[in-house]
C-alpha cells in the first residue's frame, strides 16, 4: 500500500465520520428541542391543574350549599318557600 492509497483511505474514513458526527449532533438538537416543548406543556398542565382544583374547591362550596338548602327544602317545604320569596 503506497502513500496515496493509505490518504485516499483516511480521507474516506474522515468523510464518514464527519457525516456520522453531523448526524449525531442534528439528532441531538431535535431530541432537545422535543424534550424542551414536552417540560414547557408539562409546566402549562401543571397551572391548568391549579386552575381546576381552584374551581372545584368553589364547586365543593357551591355542592355545600346546595345540599344544606335541598335538606331545608326536604324537612319544610313552607319556609324554605318563604326563605325563596326573601
Do not use: C, Y
Request: charged share 25%; hydrophobic share 45%; aromatic share 6%.
Amino acid at each position: 500500500m503506497n502513500f496515496l492509497d493509505w490518504m485516499n483511505m483516511n480521507m474516506v474514513i474522515d468523510i464518514a465520520f464527519l457525516v456520522f458526527a453531523g448526524a449525531v449532533v442534528w439528532k441531538f438538537r431535535k431530541t432537545s428541542k422535543i424534550i424542551e416543548m414536552h417540560k414547557q406543556a408539562i409546566v402549562e398542565m401543571h397551572g391548568n391543574i391549579k386552575v381546576i382544583d381552584d374551581k372545584s374547591n368553589a364547586n365543593s362550596k357551591n355542592i355545600e350549599d346546595t345540599r344544606k338548602q335541598l335538606t331545608a327544602t326536604i324537612k319544610n317545604p313552607l319556609l324554605a318557600k318563604r326563605n325563596l320569596k326573601k
